[in-house]
């Protein structure tokens, strides 16, 4: 069974430069806001944590 | 668990429902005027309504195990009635049976129930289903054939299984739970004993009943032993330390993505009003409507910030209504998206699809810091609709509409082959080959798209494709290891590595040079 956490960008990125050779090529991204989406991306988890311990009833 | 769907009935009478017909006669002697069985009648009625079909069968399967469950909790308790009711466009002459060239004519069906106590006696909709609203613009994904016995033959009908409570073994929590697992479970239904079950084992009394309802804890229980995963949010608790939490994190998102998904999303919402109380109530919500005329988007109102001036447009903008079951009056409504108010939605959970790890919100997010930080490169570049969203994309304006979809990689597949640009250009057929074995089996695709062209013609820039079965870790929320690739007008975007936490990108061209229709629903 094929771990599916091992299908990432850069395994495809080095076959892709073996498949299609030169045509794969490099380019600078400067990444940006990863430290405001980071602080979102634990928000929405924490929140999810915390509804564990929920006191409300629907009926 | 099809039983009770398909036994054959004890007696079979047909009525024909034109004028001088009365639904509301019809149900007033026959169901007590029961606001859920007049909603089915009604949704019949707009459906060219012209025979209803009645017939009494037998409790078994799900309504005999609803039966055991009930005398256990209420020993004084029986069955009055069980009614089979069939809904056709077209008569049936001389009151014969339904045949197998009937099929077309079928609209749905409701099996209705009557319980008695020592202190109530009251119908209720055991199930009923029926198909969406035959619209371009009403989605409904994922949707399962239910067979049924009408008469001596079995018919089929596609819809999201609609159940009422009954105030005896099931609240509207229980049957919301029902009307969104049908679908997706193996066994392809679930006795309410079942759920039941689990709720008492995860109750914080020990002589929890079910019509006490369910919290988030016992809902989550539930979810679990079926190995549903889903990300939720319990605005009451959050607002202890936020009390922006509602507005930063607002409900409509977490039913958005539930719903694009295909597996549904659950609102928990107090009701509004003086004589509203505590109490809560809870309701499934499996679709949604889309209006390109929608005039939120363009007035602003709709962009959403992250925090950090870091925001977009979510696609979820151009929905007008969230389509969902309402247990008290009936199926298939359209509630208007921000018909609950904020300060009234408590809880929501979405469900996801099996083994995700992470929900809708947060791909959308996730893709938003490679989306920005190519916007300088976009901008430069010779391609115009790459030019374009570099435009839209601009840091002063940030006006990129996402769209995150949870697919399978045939499904995402079987697109980029079908894909066709405004050019007449279909993809390489080289990186169609090459594609299939490098991506995980399922996928969150977030489409990317700007204003105008995605309401008028539903279509895109490209898409940003990540792994969904990575779980999330708080010490390394932006984990490159997620990003599978981007795909905008011209190219395809890799991360070749991650040095010292900064990922190198490489770039391969596509033959896709200018936008292309949206992963359909």
Request: glycine share 4%; net charge negative; hydrophobic share 35%.
């Given at each position: ?59 | ?10 007696d079979f009478i047909s009525f024909p429902t034109a004028s001088p017909f009365s639904c509301?006669d019809f149900i007033?002697d026959r169901f ?9 009648f009604?949704?019949a009625r707009?459906?060219?309504l012209s025979c209803i079909t009645v017939e ?27 009614v089979?009711l069939g809904f056709w466009?077209c008569e049936f002459e001389?009151d014969?049976?339904p ?423």
């Amino acid at each position: 069974m094929v771990d599916q956490k091992s299908f990432t960008s850069s395994k495809i990125a080095h076959e892709a430069a073996k498949v299609f050779g030169d045509k794969v090529k490099p380019i600078s991204i400067e990444m940006q806001y990863c430290q405001e989406v980071g602080t979102f991306l634990k928000k929405v988890e924490s929140a999810h944590q915390r509804a564990e311990n929920s006191q409300l009833l629907f009926k | 668990m099809n039983d009770h769907r398909l036994i054959p009935s004890l007696d079979f009478i047909s009525f024909p429902t034109a004028s001088p017909f009365s639904c509301f006669d019809f149900i007033k002697d026959r169901f007590d005027e029961t606001e859920s069985i007049h909603r089915c009648f009604s949704i019949a009625r707009s459906r060219g309504l012209s025979c209803i079909t009645v017939e009494t069968i037998q409790p078994v399967g799900l309504v005999a195990d609803e039966n055991h469950e009930i005398t256990s909790l209420y020993p004084d308790y029986s069955m009055q009635s069980l009614v089979r009711l069939g809904f056709w466009t077209c008569e049936f002459e001389n009151d014969r049976k339904p045949a197998a060239k009937d099929a077309k004519h079928f609209i749905g069906y409701a099996i209705c129930k009557k319980d008695s106590t020592s202190t109530r006696m009251d119908w209720h909709v055991f199930e009923a289903v029926f198909p969406k609203y035959n619209h371009p613009h009403n989605c409904v994904p994922n949707t399962k054939s239910y067979a049924v016995t009408i008469g001596d033959n079995e018919f089929r009908v596609t819809g999201i299984i609609y159940c009422q409570q009954n105030v005896l073994n099931k609240s509207c929590a229980q049957v919301a739970l029902r009307s969104l697992l049908s679908r997706r479970l193996i066994d392809g239904d679930i006795a309410y004993s079942k759920i039941n079950k689990i709720a008492r084992n995860n109750a914080t009394t020990p002589d929890w009943k079910p019509t006490e309802g369910l919290s988030p804890k016992q809902i989550r229980a539930i979810l679990r032993s079926f190995d549903i995963p889903f990300r939720d949010i319990d605005y009451c608790e959050e607002e202890k330390t936020n009390s922006h939490i509602r507005h930063e994190i607002p409900y409509q998102k977490y039913i958005y993505a539930g719903v694009e998904s295909g597996a549904g999303a659950l609102l928990g919402f107090r009701f509004d009003g003086p004589a509203a109380g505590d109490s809560k109530h809870i309701i499934p919500f499996f679709g949604h409507t889309f209006n390109k005329d929608t005039w939120v988007p363009d007035a602003d109102m709709s962009y959403f910030n992250i925090g950090g001036s870091v925001g977009y447009i979510p696609s979820e903008s151009w929905t007008s209504s969230f389509i969902g079951h309402d247990d008290n009056f009936g199926p298939n409504f359209c509630v208007p998206r921000v018909y609950v108010k904020p300060s009234q939605a408590d809880y929501v959970i979405e469900l996801l699809p099996d083994q995700y790890e992470y929900g809708g919100l947060q791909a959308e997010a996730s893709a938003l810091p490679l989306i920005y930080s190519m916007m300088p490169l976009l901008c430069s570049s010779t391609n115009t609709w790459m030019q374009r969203m570099g435009q839209c994309g601009a840091s002063n304006s940030q006006r990129i509409v996402l769209r995150a979809l949870a697919v399978s990689k045939e499904t995402y597949l079987i697109h980029l082959q079908e894909l066709t640009d405004w050019n007449n250009n279909q993809e390489n057929s080289n990186i169609l080959d090459f594609l299939p074995e490098r991506l995980p089996k399922e996928l969150w695709v977030v489409e990317v798209s700007v204003p105008h062209l995605f309401p008028a013609n539903q279509h895109k820039m490209g898409e940003i494709v990540l792994n969904p079965l990575i779980p999330f870790n708080s010490s390394n929320p932006n984990d490159y290891d997620r990003f599978i690739l981007a795909r905008l007008p011209s190219r395809y975007f890799f991360i070749n590595e991650v040095k010292e936490g900064q990922p190198k990108f490489t770039y391969l061209e596509s033959q896709l040079t200018s936008h292309t229709s949206l992963l359909t629903c």
